[in-house]
């Protein structure tokens, strides 16, 4: 269940076995298992552009308004970035260059579909009123993400299932929550600004 602990030894022998499945190492796993039920992508001390998600990752933005990322994980690297004639569309490729994801929004609601390698994930709302995302594989939500925009802490992952998402694919899920909710933010205070001016 999301938001559930991992501290008794069966729920750890579990998980670990799935972290094992996927390839990742006992230290990786323990990583994972310690970071449970609750991650945050957090700021790089000495430097603003670099954000962290324990025991998975890192993501160093790029560009004035942050519009892309180099993502690294495991040794390797992808490169997610906003497209589009809004820049609401976000791809993503391998060191390669070779695609490997896409996020299509829902047009003018919120949300939209995750699509990784040959998978098809959504993207959907989890609250009313902040932006808060359920990364679902179709009836199943395997991560939720709540994205606060800026600031030093500006995405909080809860994970129900190491095995069924790719630290990768997790790094991409919060580089696209991030900038929903950046655009959430813009949005709030320009429409502020514009009843200020008109008062």
């Known amino acids: 269940m999301i938001g559930a602990t991992a501290t008794d030894p069966e729920s750890r022998r579990t998980i670990a076995y799935g972290c094992a499945r996927i ?41 004035p308004f942050s519009r892309a990322a180099l ?10 970035a906003r497209t589009g004639f809004w820049r609401r569309s976000v791809l993503a490729v391998d060191g390669a260059r070779a695609p490997v994801g896409r996020f299509q929004p829902r047009g003018l609601r919120r949300g939209g579909t995750v699509r990784w390698l040959d998978r098809e994930l959504a993207l959907r709302p989890a609250g009313s009123w902040r932006e808060r995302y359920a990364l679902a594989d179709r009836d199943r939500e395997i991560a939720v993400l709540d994205g606060k925009g800026w600031g030093r802490r500006p995405v909080k992952v809860i994970v129900d299932d190491p095995d069924a998402v790719e630290p990768e694919l997790l790094l991409f899920a919060a580089f696209v929550v991030r900038g929903l909710a950046a655009d959430a933010q813009g949005a709030a205070g320009a429409g502020a600004s514009a009843a200020a001016t008109g008062g």
């Open 71 to 80: 993502a690294e994980a495991d040794g390797a690297s992808w490169r997610f």
């Open 23 to 63: 390839g990742w190492s006992r230290g990786r796993a323990v990583s994972w298992l310690e970071s449970m039920p609750e991650l945050e992508l957090t700021r790089t001390p000495g430097d603003r552009r670099v954000y962290t998600l324990d025991g998975v990752g890192t993501l160093r933005l790029e560009g």
